[in-house]
């Protein structure tokens, strides 16, 4: 027998949209340099191999989100343990406002997602350097 989804993608978007904020990319060019904000890149390592990144964004695969947050986590990075305001990002802004709205759950505040996501980041000229290591 078939699953039958209940709840898909489109509803699971809708809510964390409602839940999270968009920070336009004219206000994160505004902010990628400044020390109080974490810029977050959800994206895997192919897609930053082939596109590069925000500078100074930090790589966070999408898959060890969760564990790289949480301080208990053997896999915690320090880089979630500081008071500032963290921009999620990933291609599209889907990954970025899943992502965003679990982190918020976790406790991580606070959190915003890029608006429409690197694609529109590049596309409106933001700077873009290449994957460091």
């Known amino acids: 027998m078939p699953q039958t989804i ?33 810029f977050v890149d ?9 596109t590069g990144m925000i500078p100074g ?6 898959g ?11 896999y915690h990075k320090p880089v979630f343990n500081q008071d500032k305001t963290y921009v999620f990002y990933c291609a599209s802004a889907w990954r970025s406002a899943l992502s965003a709205k679990a982190a918020m ?13 690197f694609t529109e980041w590049a596309k409106q000229g933001g700077p873009v350097v290449p994957r460091e290591g």
């Open 64 to 74: 060890m989100l969760e564990f790289w947050i949480d301080p208990d986590s053997p």
């Open 6 to 38: 209940t709840k898909g993608v489109k509803a699971l978007l809708a809510e964390a949209n409602s839940l999270v904020g968009t920070m336009p990319v004219e206000e994160a060019k505004q902010k990628v340099l400044d020390e109080s904000y974490v």
């Open 105 to 117: 759950e976790m406790g991580l505040n606070p959190v915003v997602h890029l608006e429409g996501g």
């Open 57 to 62: 964004a930090f790589s966070c695969p999408r």
């Open 42 to 50: 959800l994206r895997d390592i192919r897609e930053l191999q082939r």
